[in-house]
């Protein structure tokens, strides 16, 4: 089979979000309130055209939690080790994703380019490689 | 662990009916319902049924979309009722008259809705004169005919009306003008899910719910999609061909031939999608490929006189007889010539032998057929030393003339190596290097890589294999690309890393 141009059904992407806080502070009520808008009707009609996987807000940074084990690297004593989050410092930081299931990477871009957060910051798009197949 | 809606034992031996299947599949489940007490039943029998009895719920009533939901209602309550209350003596009949109450339900219920709509447009004031607002909103279309035949009554024993046959329930002429035999009913139902205005994925879904008689459940499992996404798919799908104006017939002969590619190609997209997918617990993934084989064989039924069909069937068969030594325990590949070949399934090999023989010798060459050669002069070989490869490469030629892509080039560029050495091959490979299609593929620095291996080009083949592992598709791909790099690494170097995590140092 692997002798053939292999023509996929569809591929899951991920579109992330990477948040500044002082862009999203710039906004003002009614911006934020139609960005808010617009992200439900692009949620809905990825729903609507069967693409849509999920859509996730990502709780702020200030409350990220990093975990080490103990034998890990940076991990101590013998029970696992919690910290704040790595990221704390840094200016951009993930707010959100989105997971489509859509029928080329020309789609996922497409749909990342319809995003309304595409107007303020960089949508990232990253194929999804593998997926744990588990029964449920 | 949710319930399925299937009676326990589908998993076994039936999951994979054997070459010789019942020719007719109503009868034969007719017949165990008859004849046994409510033993374990076979519920691919069962959903074998599937397109017959959407064939005749379309023919009688119109309304394709509406239908196909109501058979799989019925499907879905014979899952559940059948298990307790024992099968009934003609499933089939069963089907249709639960698959046409509901249809007639939903239709009625339709119908009333839409008149409500039209009464409150009835009573409402007149649009106030235009200005510069937005035009007024025009009511729902009043011309469009009933959704129900006149009378409003269904006889579910009626054999005589073949009905309206237009699938979008609408006035227009009728289908090919009457009952065809069922396995027309079939074929028919195979074209319209794979109508051309659908996206692959779409008609991957569609066919395996309305032919293939999966539920909406099973497709999103074997997907890896929630259900709620799979089944908008599907009536997504449903839509765009209504909108597409398709009708419930046959189309003229001079498209069939077009239309039966697409099926084709649908059906080796299913068998793809199970058979590349090799993580994890792969049940749901091998009832994707039982499923493709058994629609492969559907297919070949209805139209026998094509090769390119058997060219299909042979390869899927081909391919699948090398699964249970394509990986290990753990899932990771095992590449073809360090496979045990004592686990390739005997059977499997005979009959796409003789499928692909056959096709070879009566029908005109396709690219399936071809590939079906290869396969089965790999498959053929006592041992990997013994493959034919001066042949291998012969049909590689003829494969390429037929149906050039990339990917044809580079298998070929291995069997160049095989029968002239790896230089030979590699000047194969490196005049693809300005495709622009391959630079994203990991084929080329995997075939590559391999070459390289073969010239005794340590590093090279390395940093081939890693370049390779950056872009695979999949994790089992990408792990064993890895591990071919990692074996590449100076005597005593690679030592100690065979349990770093993938991805970890070398990426």
Sequence with gaps: MESRSRRETTVKYMLLIYGNQ????????????????????LNQALF??????????????????????????????????????????????????????????????????????????GVEVRALLHEADVSM | VSPSPHPPGRHGPQRRPGPAGPPDVADGVGATGR???????????????????????????????????????ALLAAARQWPVEGWPASPKGWLITVASRRLTDELRREEARRRREEADWARRPPPPPPSSAPPPPTPPSTSSPPLLPAGDTVHLDDEGEPGEVRLTGGRGDRGDG?????????????????????????????????????????????????????????????ERIRSAGARFRLPPPPQQRTRLRVVQQVLYLVFNEGYTATSGTNLVRDELVAEAIRLARLLLRLVPDDGETAGLLALMLLTDARRAARTTAEGALVPLAEQDRSRWDTGEIAEGVALVTGALRSKPLGPYQVQAAIAAVHDEAPSAEDTDWPQILA????????????????????????????????????ALAGDAR??????????????????????????????????????????????????????????????????GGDG
């Design chain 1, 22 to 41: 002082e862009t999203w502070d710039s906004l003002g009520e009614e911006e934020l309130n139609e960005l808010i808008r617009q992200t439900d009707a």
């Design chain 2, 438 to 503: 391959v630079a994203r593929s990991h084929h080329f620095e995997s075939v590559r890589g391999h070459l390289l291996e073969l010239t005794g080009d340590r590093d090279g083949a390395r940093s081939a294999y890693q370049a390779a592992a950056q872009r695979a598709r999949s994790l089992p791909e990408q792990r064993h690309l890895r591990t071919r790099a990692a074996r590449l690494r100076g005597p005593g170097e690679g030592e100690g890393r065979s349990d770093a995590p993938p991805g």
């Design chain 1, 48 to 121: 609507e055209s069967g693409e849509l996987v999920g859509a996730y807000g990502v709780a702020d940074q200030a409350d990220a939690k990093v975990v080490r084990s103990p034998g890990g690297p940076g991990g101590t004593g013998d029970v696992p080790a919690v910290t704040d989050g790595p990221y704390i410092e840094t200016k951009e930081y993930l707010g959100s994703f989105t997971i489509v299931d859509c029928d080329s990477e020309e789609r996922a871009l497409e749909i990342a380019a319809m995003n309304p957060a595409s107007r303020y910051v």
């Design chain 2, 35 to 73: 004849g046994r007490p409510a033993g374990p039943p076979d519920w691919s029998l069962v959903r074998q049924l599937a397109p017959e009895v959407l064939g005749a719920l379309v023919r009688r009533y119109g309304h394709f979309d509406a239908c196909e939901d109501a058979v799989q209602e």
């Design chain 2, 395 to 430: 049909l590689y030629r003829v494969l390429e003339r037929l149906d050039p892509s990339p990917v044809v080039t580079l298998n070929r560029a291995v069997a160049v190596a095989m029968v002239d050495g790896p230089a030979a091959g590699l000047a194969v490979v490196d």
């Design chain 2, 178 to 238: 009457g009952d065809g035999p069922v396995g027309d009913d079939t074929l028919t139902l195979l074209f319209l899910c794979c109508h051309p205005a659908l996206s692959p994925a779409s008609q991957v879904a569609l066919t395996l719910r309305a032919v293939g008689g999966l539920t909406t459940a099973e497709i999103a499992r074997a997907f890896l999609v929630p259900e709620a996404t799979m089944a908008q798919r599907i009536s997504r799908a449903k």
